[in-house]
Every structure is written in structure tokens, then in C-alpha cells.
């Protein structure tokens, strides 16, 4: 089955199988006559992204590449992307990748335009009223990986590289002004990226759907999304050129994102400061420790995830959700625990005092309180 749509929600899409190869005219269109491309080291050399250079080449856009982009992108990252952008007198950003690449393309696109540092326009209160918002250059966003969704967000996850904490910056102009959704892009990815990415959309939807704000349309996208996951992600862990898969699971990773506007919650307070002080993959992480935070949060959503269940096909309500996730791991090679991904005991207290502070712990369903987040620090490492 051919999968190929144009949707305007929340930003114009551009879904499709192939479609990679409209990025000169979406470029152009959105008024970029000299684009940045923007993606992390380990993509700057791969076919994928040397064909979207070509591509922009070919129609007179140039081909400029900024790749000093860790993953987990940081602060230095940052300025150096800025630099590249301003010393090549760029007007838009091609941001490319997973959301690594992504969310440092739409960083540097933004600060491109400010006095500001970065983190005075974290997501607090209104201080994105404090950007210059003319200042902020067209982003085309274009997703190499199935998961975080940034290509459809109005945030950017950087981590600041003193502190070892990882910061969401926002801005509504952060939502690029196109995304090209091509599942051809993502064929190349590894099998453990392909797992990891996939359970960050699935977290993004399971916690969205768990938090417990009032948001109806981001409940029936988050189940949606789910399904999707559930149907597909284990079809495109097992043969990686399956496209129907792949597709579907650019459709979850982007509904994730929307829906999260509803909330996140624990699985993202504690895999935040993993990822921050231990550079693991943001999406493996939240897969590992899933289970312990579904059972913290049990007293507060069995009955929600009972109806998730009953909507994904499930048996047995909470108990059955719960042991569908356990297989779900398995079958995905999540490892049991953090340790496997090289997460020490050592600094349990720090990261617990980091993952209540964390803007996702406002979402969470049951109160994360300082005791509660080093007993579930211990069970997952
Ligand atoms: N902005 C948001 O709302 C949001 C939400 C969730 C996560 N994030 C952030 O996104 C980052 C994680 O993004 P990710 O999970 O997509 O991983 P990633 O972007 O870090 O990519 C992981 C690895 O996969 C490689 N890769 C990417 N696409 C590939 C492809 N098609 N073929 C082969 N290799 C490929 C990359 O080179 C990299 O080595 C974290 O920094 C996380 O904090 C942001
Ligand atoms: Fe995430």
C-alpha cells in the first residue's frame, strides 16, 4: 500500500514514500535562497544526506553542511552552528535527522536571530515572549528517524554542557515551516536505533494519554498513536525496507509529539538526566525504564490504561497493558535495565533531584516526590 498525503496539522506535511525530492521547492517556497543544512556527524556522510545535498545543489540552493551535532546536542553545538550560519550568510534551515540533527537545525535557525543566550528562553512561564521573533529564520525539517517528533514541535531539547542538564527551549516558531515525512529516509536506521526511537513515540503517546490535564484531541491522537506502534513497530524492527512499517511509524512519531502537548510525564523525568550525565539514547532509555514508572502510576491510571488496552486489542487490562510493554521490550531487544546501557549507581541522589525538577514531572500522573524518584532510580539501574 502507497502511503502519500499532504496535511496541514499542526504545520504542513509533505507524507510520503519519495517525497525527499520536493526539499528544493519547499525550501524555496518558504523564501530560502541559501540554506543550511543542519544534521549530526554521524549522518553527514551517509547516502540520505548527501542526496538531499545534491538535491538542494541541483536547484541553484547550494550545498552547505553544519554537522558538529552530538547526540544529545548541546550548547557548544549551538554556538558553533550559529557561527556557521551567520559566517555563511544563510536565510533558513534545513534540519535533518533524528532528534538530534532536528532539534539543534531549529536551535540554530532560532538563535540565529537573538541577543539572548539560549537558556533564557527555556520552556518557563512566557520567557519565549522574549525572543526577537522576527529574528528567527524559515526551518524545513526533515526526520531521518521514527521517534521524537521534533519535526512537528515547537521545542528543543539542548543540554547544557556545564551543568549536564538537558533543557527544553521553546518558541511557537520552533514548528518548522514545512516537514518533508519520507519513510525511504529512515530504511538505513540500525535496528537498536529503530527500537529506541520507536519506544520514544510509543512514551510520547503512552504519557500524553496518562497525564492527566484536560486535552481531548491530543487523548485520541495519543491512543491512535499507540496502535500504531503496536501494529507496525514491531514489523519495521524485524525487516527494516518494510516502507507500510516505516510509514506508519513516522505517523506515531509525529502524533507523539502533537500529542504531548497534553503533558509527559516520569519515564521522561528520569531518562532526562540519564541521557544528560550518561549520553545514553533518549529513546532506549525511556523504553527501560517504562514498566516501573507504569506501576508507580498504576493507583492513578489503572482504569485509563484498562481502556487503552480494550482500544489496542488487548486482554486483562492494566496486568495485560503491562505484560504487552514487558513482550513489546523483549521482542525489541530493550535491555532490562539501565546498567546494560552503562548507568551507574553512584549518582542516584543527583539524578533524582534533577528528574523532579524536570518540566515532564509536572505531567505525571502521581505526585514524583524526591523519595520516589531514587526508588525508582534504584529498581531501573
Ligand atoms: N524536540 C523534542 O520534542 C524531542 C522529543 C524527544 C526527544 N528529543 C531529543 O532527540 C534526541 C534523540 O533523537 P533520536 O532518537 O532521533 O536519535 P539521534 O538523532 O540522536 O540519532 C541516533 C543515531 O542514529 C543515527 N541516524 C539517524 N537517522 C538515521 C538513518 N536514517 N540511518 C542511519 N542512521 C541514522 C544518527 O546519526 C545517530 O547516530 C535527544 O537529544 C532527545 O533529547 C527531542
Ligand atoms: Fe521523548
Not at 519535526?151 to 543540554?159: K, Y
Not at 511557537?172 to 520507536?198: N, R
Not at 514491531?234 to 507500510?244: F, H, Q, S, V
Not at 533531584?353 to 500522573?365: F, K, L, S, Y
Request: glycine residues 12%.
Amino acid at each position: 500500500m502507497t502511503i502519500t498525503a499532504n496535511w496541514s496539522y499542526p504545520t504542513a506535511i509533505k507524507f510520503g514514500a519519495g517525497r525527499i525530492k520536493e526539499l528544493a521547492d519547499h525550501c524555496k517556497a518558504v523564501g530560502m535562497r541559501k540554506p543550511l543544512l543542519v544534521t549530526d556527524r554521524g549522518l553527514s556522510t551517509m547516502a540520505i544526506t548527501q542526496g538531499a545535498l545534491d538535491i538542494l545543489d541541483a536547484a541553484g540552493l547550494g550545498r552547505a553542511m553544519f554537522s558538529e551535532v552530538d547526540p544529545n546536542p548541546n550548547d557548544r553545538n549551538l554556538e558553533a552552528g550559529v557561527k556557521a550560519f551567520r559566517d555563511g550568510g544563510h536565510d533558513g534551515v534545513v534540519a535533518f535527522g533524528g532528534g538530534s540533527g532536528l532539534d539543534l537545525g531549529k536551535a540554530v535557525a532560532f538563535m540565529s536571530g537573538q541577543t539572548r543566550p539560549v537558556w533564557d528562553f527555556e520552556d518557563i512561564g512566557d520567557w519565549w515572549t522574549r525572543a526577537n521573533s522576527d529574528g528567527i529564520a524559515p526551518i524545513v525539517a526533515v526526520p531521518t528517524t521514527a521517534g521524537t517528533g521534533s519535526e512537528v514541535g515547537r521545542a528543543s531539547v539542548i543540554t547544557n554542557s556545564e551543568t549536564h542538564t538537558k533543557k527544553v527551549i521553546f518558541h511557537p516558531k520552533f514548528l518548522p515551516s514545512v516537514t518533508i515525512c519520507d519513510p525511504e529516509l529512515t530504511v538505513g536506521m540500525p535496528k537498536v536505533i529503530t527500537a529506541g526511537t520507536g519506544m520514544d513515540a510509543f512514551a510520547h503517546c503512552l504519557e500524553a494519554y496518562s497525564s492527566p490535564f484536560y486535552h481531548p484531541m491530543s487523548q485520541g491522537i495519543a491512543l491512535e498513536g499507540m496502535r500504531l506502534v503496536k501494529e507496525y513497530l514491531p514489523r519495521a524492527y524485524k525487516d527494516g525496507t518494510d516502507i507500510e512499517a516505516r510509514a506508519n511509524m513516522m505517523s506515531a512519531a509525529a502524533m507523539g509529539a502533537v500529542a504531548f502537548q497534553k503533558g509527559l510525564g516520569a519515564i521522561h523525568s528520569l531518562s532526562h538526566p540519564v541521557g544528560a550525565i550518561y549520553n545514553t539514547h533518549h529513546g532506549m532509555t525511556n523504553a527501560v525504564v517504562m514498566p516501573p514508572v507504569l506501576t508507580f502510576n498504576r493507583p492513578a491510571i489503572e482504569a485509563k490504561i484498562a481502556s487503552a488496552a480494550a482500544y489496542l486489542g488487548i486482554a486483562g487490562g492494566f496486568d495485560g497493558f503491562f505484560d504487552y510493554v514487558l513482550r513489546l521490550r523483549e521482542e525489541l531487544g530493550v535491555p532490562d535495565k539501565l546498567s546494560a546501557l552503562g548507568v551507574g549507581t553512584d549518582r542516584i541522589g543527583e539524578m533524582a533531584e534533577m528528574a523532579i525538577v524536570d518540566p515532564t514531572a509536572g505531567g505525571n500522573p502521581v505526585e514524583l516526590t524526591l523519595d520516589a524518584a531514587r526508588r525508582l532510580f534504584v529498581e531501573c539501574i
